[in-house]
């Protein structure tokens, strides 16, 4: 099994930045790929950003240039640094972890983006 916490959300002015976490733990493989996705209300879960064990990354047209994904190899943790933030950057971040056909999720942290 394995468990993934996210943490860092809040509210922040636009304009703004903020820094998630992904912190992992439990049987992690050699191989796997990691995903931030936010789901925003009313709507449906999209990809965010995500980065590999080899320490690939890609991140979603939508937020490059104001977004940057990162991984701490030493504590397994993940990291979404957040700038520029804009009011429909508003929603619920989910980290996630896929290894051998399994996808596992996080519960979630809040992001608001709001004067």
């Known amino acids: 099994q394995v468990q993934l916490v996210e943490s860092g959300g809040g509210l922040v002015q636009p304009g703004g930045s903020l820094r998630l976490a992904c912190a992992a733990s439990?049987?992690?493989?050699?191989?796997?790929?990691m995903a931030w996705y936010r789901q925003a209300p009313g709507k449906e879960r999209e990809l965010v950003a995500t980065?590999?064990?080899?320490?690939?990354?890609n991140v979603e047209d939508y937020v490059k240039g104001r977004f940057t994904v990162s991984r701490d190899n030493a504590n397994n943790t993940m990291r979404l640094q957040m700038n520029s933030l804009k009011p429909e950057d508003t929603a619920v971040y989910y980290c996630?972890?896929?290894?051998?056909?399994?996808?596992?999720w996080g519960q979630g942290t809040q992001v608001i983006v709001s004067s």
């Open positions: 996630q972890l896929r290894q051998w056909g399994r996808a596992y």
């Open positions: 439990g049987s992690i493989r050699s191989l796997y790929v």
């Open positions: 980065i590999s064990s080899g320490g690939s990354t």
